[in-house]
């Protein structure tokens, strides 16, 4: 979903290091919207912002690996673009903004929550 738009977002943010355009909005081939719907990135202070929208977010399920896969991709971003401009760029903070946040309770059970003593 995102692979085909991460190499144009790239080349946006080595086109322009103060690009406001790095935006990828995701789909799936089938027109599906994704839970994860748009990513951002911006470039300010030296540092590599990661803006990211989800539709849906299930927050004890998918989120940490939701995270980890943000980041992989930050930093992939962060390389390309410190290369390019020659610059110490550095990984900043993520902003996760979500229109649903949502536990089920059944993956709260798998951290401990609501086991009986």
């Known amino acids: ?3 085909p738009q991460l190499p144009r977002m790239i080349e946006t943010l080595q086109k322009s ?3 406001r355009r790095a935006i990828a909005t995701l789909q799936t081939g089938d027109g599906e919207m994704p839970c994860l719907d748009k990513l951002q990135f911006l470039v300010s202070d030296d540092q590599l912002f990661t803006i990211a929208d989800f539709r849906s977010l299930d927050v ?3 989120f940490p690996a939701d995270v ?3 980041c992989a991709v ?3 971003v ?4 410190s290369m390019h401009h020659q610059m110490d760029l550095k990984i900043g903070p993520m902003v996760v903004h979500t229109g649903s946040a ?8 798998g951290w401990g929550y609501g086991a009986k003593a």
């Open 1 to 3: 979903i995102l692979a």
């Open 17 to 19: 290091i103060v690009t």
């Open 60 to 62: 004890a399920g998918a």
């Open 68 to 70: 980890a896969g943000l």
């Open 74 to 76: 930050a930093r992939n």
């Open 78 to 81: 962060q390389r390309e673009v």
């Open 102 to 109: 949502h536990f089920y309770w059944d993956e709260l059970r």
